[in-house]
């Protein structure tokens, strides 16, 4: 290798050099420290990637200051209440601006409960329900979900004893998700997953105690 390509091969990493330096500085003088109204007491996280919103202090007036320095953009951020219930808010931080507020919004998942004195002779019907939902993915998109439900419980002689056949169908969006029968006996119970999707799962959870029947279908989120 002569000077000269020595030379150019030098001129050229310090160029770069040059540029990333300038990039980073760009980047840290759009990223801002940023005080929100409207954050709850609760754990709040962002909704792409589940990781927690750091904040430093609460003032008196109730803004609250965060932690990281944020770009501007819009961050679609949650706080949850139990595994089935979720508040949802988008948080907008615009250019020149270090004060933002945000509102959130429930977004409640399916859950059917229900305590039956079941009949030997006749189905203990629930009955159908229409669920409409919306769930955010990873790309703070809302994917919206229609869940149509039905369970019926029944009794069913075995010999001298008499067990119980449990019924449930689920459909989500039109499709049949779930079709399925279990037969349970007396002084039983459980729990299993029905339906799961990369948002959010089915469980049906039951039990039997005598004559009478506790049920629970209930949709969470992951």
């Given at each position: 290798?002569?000077?000269?390509?020595?030379?150019?091969?030098?001129?050229?990493?310090?160029?770069?050099?040059?540029?990333?330096?300038?990039?980073?500085?760009?980047?840290?003088?759009?990223?801002?420290?940023?005080?929100?109204?409207?954050?709850?007491?609760?754990?709040?996280?962002?909704?792409?990637?589940?990781?927690?919103?750091?904040?430093?202090?609460?003032?008196?007036?109730?803004?609250?200051?965060?932690?990281?320095?944020?770009?501007?953009g819009s961050y679609?951020?949650?706080?949850?209440?139990?595994?089935?219930?979720?508040?949802?808010?988008?948080?907008?931080?615009?250019?020149?601006?270090?004060?933002?507020?945000?509102?959130?919004?429930k977004h409640k998942?399916?859950?059917?409960?229900?305590?039956?004195?079941?009949?030997?002779?006749?189905?203990?019907?629930?009955?159908?329900?229409?669920?409409?939902?919306?769930?955010?993915?990873?790309?703070?998109?809302?994917?919206?979900?229609?869940?149509?439900?039905?369970?019926?419980?029944?009794?069913?002689?075995?010999?001298?004893?008499?067990?119980?056949?449990?019924?449930?169908?689920?459909?989500?969006?039109?499709?049949?998700?779930?079709?399925?029968?279990?037969?349970?006996?007396?002084?039983?119970?459980?729990?299993?997953?029905?339906?799961?999707?990369?948002?959010?799962?089915?469980?049906?959870?039951?039990?039997?105690?005598?004559?009478?029947?506790?049920?629970?279908?209930?949709?969470?989120?992951?």
């Amino acid at each position: 290798m002569n000077s000269r390509q020595s030379k150019f091969i030098k001129n050229v990493i310090i160029g770069f050099i040059v540029i990333m330096i300038i990039f980073g500085i760009s980047k840290c003088s759009r990223q801002k420290t940023i005080r929100v109204t409207g954050l709850p007491e609760q754990q709040v996280y962002f909704s792409d990637n589940h990781q927690e919103l750091e904040v430093d202090q609460v003032s008196l007036e109730g803004s609250t200051r965060l932690k990281q320095k944020m770009e501007p953009g819009s961050y679609v951020l949650y706080y949850q209440e139990d595994e089935s219930t979720r508040y949802y808010g988008t948080l907008h931080i615009k250019k020149k601006q270090n004060e933002a507020k945000i509102k959130f919004r429930k977004h409640k998942l399916p859950v059917i409960s229900r305590q039956l004195v079941l009949n030997t002779n006749e189905d203990a019907e629930l009955g159908s329900s229409l669920k409409h939902y919306g769930i955010y993915n990873e790309h703070d998109v809302e994917i919206t979900y229609d869940a149509d439900i039905n369970i019926s419980v029944r009794g069913k002689r075995n010999g001298k004893n008499n067990n119980f056949l449990l019924k449930w169908k689920l459909g989500i969006n039109g499709n049949s998700v779930s079709d399925e029968e279990i037969e349970i006996e007396r002084d039983e119970g459980g729990n299993r997953t029905i339906w799961e999707d990369k948002l959010h799962a089915y469980t049906m959870t039951y039990k039997v105690i005598g004559n009478t029947a506790e049920l629970q279908l209930k949709a969470v989120f992951k």
